[in-house]
């Protein structure tokens, strides 16, 4: 990929960072467009039948509105799908029951408060364990025997908490009708994926998708979570039509705690198997997904929760169920991960409790069983294709960079002290899966008759800098300073089509594309070139910075203007990029903590990481994922949660009782990156914007139960809170399962 001079490779400092620092690029709720206000009114209980609804001016309910159930979309089953509005019975706190409309937003609350929502309460539940309905199982891998021969067998119970994605941006919509006076219906939506925005919007409202226009404005993160489209949404685009007026839906932070999809929420009872010398012989998962009150995304996840069930080990047989189900809470949906780090978490709580079980050091037994260098794929129990990697080679490094031995030796040191303050050191690998979604996404090149470009692309940003990125695929082929060369995205009128961004596919999909359709372009230009310098075809090149000449003459080049003069055609190529298959990238992360034995506080002091992603076309920005992505994978492992009382009241419906972090409450992060490449995109790239999410949370999770294990704490769920690990030293914790295991 990259070669001599190649822009490819190169920390570019991101090109649209300055619009978003001075205000350059609007997002939603700042655009210069009048506009009245939607507020929503929502359920205050989690379960109940509505009775009645009535008070309050300028109200519309599901009645009013007759809009058809909204679908989950591909790939979750057809049978996924909610309400737009709640139709008798209301499923959790937060459930959207009516809309009301005001002149200003302050207006609009009012109105809203004034709705009087009779509701027969019945009761509600956030417990999965304790749920009936069950709305999705995986087709399982039904292997009995799965631990047969093993001299040892673990067993456990992993609870993945429910978090919230929390971006630092809200949802919102702004709709207007008619907005170009030929009728169309304009959107400005912040989401990952303004085509599917596109659809559903166009489905519910039995319009066609031509009809509607979707534009991405600046977006303040999604995570996952704004990846498709939200019932406010659908109905605010409706409620605007009905009005014929703008209508502007800008949610909470409450109600943004309370609706955007929570994620991971899985509990697992799991078996794992070994030989007394800790060589794995098989696993065995029963796992039940929270899919909150309606199927949405989210109860489909254990379908990558069980690709990756094996991790980077060599496991040779694996038995594994899941099932998901309903409970009195918001619809369960994706956040950066996506049901890996259910995987990844798992499994590395796995290798640790064999190691204690066997007396083994925890990176020993992992080394036993890792898989072995591949540059074909391997195919795992689950049916996972693992493209190519190497897993010992990054694990061996990042203990060396940590400086394992070392760091043992200074906790065997305090712990022979007894020391207040004890070391905890936690080792994971992981191994997670990208390029998910459709296997192909579209991009296209055309080069105008100044010698400048324009990019086109369907994945779309929304935080993770591929304005940036792309524009350097394109130079890198074309040899068009990065600067002339401009990327659009996120606009369904000016782009043909496009899957968006969501499982770390956008560069390997999105950028394949763009390096394909340059290539395409440079091609034609070579033509165009030979002829009019009357060389041969294979004799020109591309002369970075100067245009297209014959081989070993640079003063032959043509400029990219001249050539597109000369082109009878517009010189542009487009291309819809189909990989076929996924990519899998993979790492090791060590957390060191520092756990206070009196007051369970703990301190993290280094987070470490060595990620493989393959090739890397700006280090600068996969730096910047894996530190956003290693931030969120620590706050799962230590602080946040989303926490429901026995009948399912939500107690974390903002950032008080939320424990969001900030950068301040993190150590440095050490990121490192190995190079495994792909054979399977032309860039030979793995996504990183993930990889984070996966890799830190098992380190984290890990170092703490370390740390106490003098104590004869075994495991403890997460989030590892103060008091939680001050309860488990006191030998009373929920979730500190102690002893020897069953
Ligand atoms: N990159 C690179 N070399 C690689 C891989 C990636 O230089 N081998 C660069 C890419 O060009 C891109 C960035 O790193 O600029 C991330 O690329 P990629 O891994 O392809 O991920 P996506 O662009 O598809 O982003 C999606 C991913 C997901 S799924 C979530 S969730 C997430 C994340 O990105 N949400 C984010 N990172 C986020 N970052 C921000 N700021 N906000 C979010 O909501």
Sequence with gaps: MATAGSILGHSVLRREDAALLTGGRSYVDDLDIAARSVVFVRSDVPHGR???????????????LQLPDMLAGPPAPAHFGRPALATGTVGYVGDPVAVVVGDTLAEARDRAEEVIVEIEELPGNADPMAASEVVFEVDPIEDPGALEGADVVVSFRYLNQKIAPAPMETNGILAVPDFDGAGRLRLWVPTQSPFSVRQTVADCLRLDPDRIHVVVPATGGGFGAKGHAYVEQVVTAALAVRLGEPLLWVESRTENMLHMGHA???????????????TVVGMKWSVTQDAGAYPDIGAWLTFYTKMMASGTYRIPRIDFRARSVTTNTAPTGALRGAGRPEAAATVERAMDLLATELGMDPVEVRRRNLIKTHSEPVVTPTGAVYDAGDYLAAMERAVELVGYDELRAAQAERRRRGDRHQLGIGVANYIEVTGNGPSSDYGSVEIHDDGTVTVLSGVSSHGQGHQTTYAQIASEQLGIPWGRITVVQSDTDVVPRGNGTYGSRSL???????????AGVVDQARQIAADHLEANVEDITVYHGSGLGVAGSPDTALPWSKLAELS?????????????????????????????????GVRQLRHLCVDDCGNVINPLLAEGQQHGGVAQGIAQALWEEMVFDAGAGPRTTNFGDYLIPSAAEFCDF???R?????????????????????????????????????YGVRHLDMPLTPERVWRALAGDGDGAQRGTAP
Excluded at 52 to 64: M, P, Q
Excluded at 682 to 693: C, D, R, Y
Excluded at 697 to 707: F, G, L, N, Y
């Design 264 to 278: 991971r929420g899985q509990v697992q009872d799991v078996q794992i198997g070994a030989r007394a010398d800790g």
């Design 674 to 710: 190995n190079t495994t490449p792909t054979p399977l995109n032309p860039l030979g790239a793995k996504g990183i914007g993930e990889a984070g999410t996966v890799g830190a949370t098992p380190a984290v999770q890990s170092a703490v139960i370390d740390a106490l294990a003098p």
């Design 508 to 518: 390997q999909l999105g950028g394949s594309a763009i390096d394909r359709a340059a």
């Design 568 to 600: 009878p055609e517009p010189l542009a190529a487009e291309c819809d990029f189909d990989q076929g298959a996924r990519t899998f990238p993979f790492g090791t992360h060590v957390a060191v903590v520092e756990v206070d034995t009196e007051t369970g």
């Design 50 to 64: 509505i009775v009645g609804i009535s008070g309050g001016e300028g109200v519309f309910t599901a009645e009013d």
């Design 670 to 672: 050490e990121t490192h």
